[in-house]
């Protein structure tokens, strides 16, 4: 396929979802939906640390919990784009499939799935991008305006620089997660509604979001040292000025777990692309 019909395909593919998605209500209600699940989620691990660094001031006087509550709202805000791709992306297949029955039209078409699957996942990027846009606003208004905590966020601070080409490459890495799990409920029709949840918690885990991946055990760091999502949010906080790092070598890992991840994505989605057309899994229906 040309590219320029590539483009074309994932552009009207990107129309479509973004009705889908956003149809349903006002942009005002639209907004708050896709904040409210990062926020409430910041907000419950935010007044922990902060009860409990209150309860524990005495036997560790050293903490410097402000600038924790800053390294976790950051990390927390851009965990908003995994969550969105990979909840978006893992239901893709089951409601075009079983709810609006057009997988096998959309696959038999000159623009086949893979733009299609590309447009959809970049509606999810852009909610993922409000999702994050509104909670960092949000966590500044509650935690600096009516807390009054002087949390050390300074959003004209921030070297875009070191910040774009994490997010670019990070948003590339996810999409290609969001594609094997596709692929997944492509020649399945049982795990929808739990893996993008299943493979976000684990990402929620052992990326960094919450706690640094020093403190996890040895052997789970080898399996956190090898996920894109650590090194996102390394520059990510790098960027902010929360974490004394080396930048370019954290964009050198994320670009190449960024490259094994989009190659086995795309041999996973054609693996499955090719076993649903022999078992004729395009069609199927999931009846509960």
């Known amino acids: 396929m040309a590219v320029a019909d590539f483009v074309k395909s994932a552009r009207e593919s990107f129309r479509v979802g973004w009705k889908i998605e956003s149809n349903w209500t006002d942009p005002v209600l639209f907004a708050t939906y896709q904040v409210i699940r990062p926020l409430a989620s910041l907000l419950i691990v935010a007044f922990i640390v902060i009860i409990g660094a209150s309860v524990g001031a005495a036997s560790n006087p050293t903490f410097d919990y402000n600038q924790y509550l800053a390294w976790l709202i950051v990390g927390n805000a851009f965990y908003a784009f995994v ?40 509606v999810s990027v852009v909610n993922g991008t409000v999702s994050v846009i509104l909670t960092l606003l949000f966590s500044v208004a509650i935690f600096n305006g009516l807390l009054h905590m ?18 670019i490459l990070g948003v590339i890495s996810l999409l290609a ?21 299943s493979v976000s918690g684990i990402f929620f885990l052992l990326g960094g979001v919450i706690f640094p991946i020093a ?45 094994v991840t989009l190659i086995i994505g795309i041999a996973v989605f054609r693996l499955a692309e090719q076993r649903a057309k022999k078992l004729g899994l395009f069609d199927r229906k999931s009846e509960y």
């Open 83 to 122: 969550l969105q791709i990979m909840l978006g992306m893992a239901i893709l297949v089951h409601v075009d499939r079983t709810r609006y029955e057009v997988l096998k039209n959309i696959y038999i078409s000159p623009g086949t799935l893979h733009p299609y699957v590309v447009g959809r996942g970049l």
């Open 150 to 167: 002087n949390i050390p966020l300074n959003f004209l601070g921030v070297n875009l620089l070191m910040l774009i080409p994490a997010v």
């Open 177 to 197: 997660i969001g594609y094997m799990l596709c692929a997944v409920n492509i020649v399945s029709n049982r795990m929808e509604f739990i893996l993008g949840d």
């Open 215 to 259: 403190l996890l055990p040895s052997y789970i760091q080898s399996i956190a040292n090898v996920l894109p999502i650590t090194y996102l949010l390394n520059t990510v906080r790098e960027s902010f000025g929360l974490l004394r790092g080396n930048y370019m070598s954290d964009l050198a890992y994320l670009a190449l777990t960024t490259l």
